[in-house]
């Protein structure tokens, strides 16, 4: 073995979470950022210690330009994407992340990263790296192989078509665990009042089966709109035998079901003042694999 590479590996290992929040934030995936963080690894233990003169640095730089490599690459395949493309929801609870290593934000939150879709590969690496993870711009500069004044400029043109970082308003968990219980009461017995009750007035329901289990609309606009196509589609596509498990997915909470003990689906709720402003549901069977089986009791 190579003396330097026990000292390779406990650097690596060091910046692995802030290697792997970049690379989801970047592609929304959790295979994908898995992957690159891999092929970042596998890079950082070949390079030479003349190229290393800051690894954090270094490391950032590897896989932001995996991570846009890929981005420009899967932008194709996106957009011949059968319905609406979300991203693959990450489980983020204390169990699932007992160091606390994993950052969880608004940047994590899956209303933000469905913002970011909008962007470009290069405006998304600034935005992340800049508002969510506050690098200097030189160094931003030198990830993205850009000019700071370039960086600079990519990162007004995002913020015009995301905004800025908005902090979450603390809720309890409890709080949250009641409103999804709730959630799944008035969804499952279709009663629209409790329901409404729970929902913005100009709540968005949206929905990605893949073009594989597409059992709800990709969007639906408005409170009564999203409690008819919610309680309609849990009444005639879900099987009765599912089991709901409340969670907390992207910081926010929601719900993983289970078909056979197998992941069925899962649905993010963003919570706003209180009222539910966005649902997400994802039935696509690809994107809920790294979900493990059913928790017995």
Avoid at 32 to 43: C, G, K, N, S, V
Avoid at 82 to 93: A, H, I, N
Avoid at 187 to 210: F, I
Avoid at 219 to 236: D, I, K, Q, Y
């Amino acid at each position: 073995m190579n003396p330097a590479e026990p000292v390779r590996l406990a650097t690596f290992d060091q910046h692995r979470s802030l290697l792997f929040s970049i690379a989801y934030r970047m592609l929304g995936t959790v295979s994908d950022a898995e992957d690159m963080l891999q092929e970042t690894f596998i890079r950082w233990q070949g390079s030479s210690e003349q190229d290393i003169r800051n690894p954090r640095a270094f490391l950032v730089t590897i896989i932001t330009r995996l991570c846009l490599k890929h981005l420009q690459s899967s932008r194709v395949k996106r957009e011949l994407y059968v319905g609406q493309w979300l991203p693959e929801p990450l489980l983020t609870e204390d169990a699932n992340d007992p160091l606390g290593v994993l950052r969880v934000d608004e940047s994590l939150s899956m209303a933000l990263l469905v913002l970011l879709e909008r962007l470009t590969p290069p405006e998304r690496a600034v935005f992340i790296l800049r508002e969510v993870f506050e690098f200097a711009y030189a160094d931003i500069a030198g990830a993205l192989g850009q000019t700071e004044e370039n960086c600079r400029q990519l990162l007004h043109r995002a913020r015009e078509h995301v905004g800025t970082m908005r902090r979450r308003f603390d809720t309890s968990k409890q709080q949250h665990r009641m409103l999804v219980e709730t959630f799944i009461k008035a969804t499952r017995s279709g009663d629209m009042e409790a329901l409404l009750a729970l929902l913005s007035r100009d709540v968005t329901l949206h929905s990605d089966g893949g073009g594989i289990a597409r059992a709800l609309p990709n969007t639906v606009e408005g409170s009564t709109n999203v409690a008819r196509a919610l309680v309609l589609g849990m009444a005639h596509y879900v099987p009765r035998d599912v089991v709901f498990r409340p969670a907390f997915l992207n910081g926010d909470p929601g719900i993983i079901s289970y078909l056979n003990d197998r992941p069925y689906s899962a649905v993010v709720l963003d919570v706003r003042n209180d009222v539910i402003q966005n649902v997400f549901v994802i039935t696509n069977p690809d994107k809920l694999r790294h979900f493990a089986a059913q928790p017995r009791p």
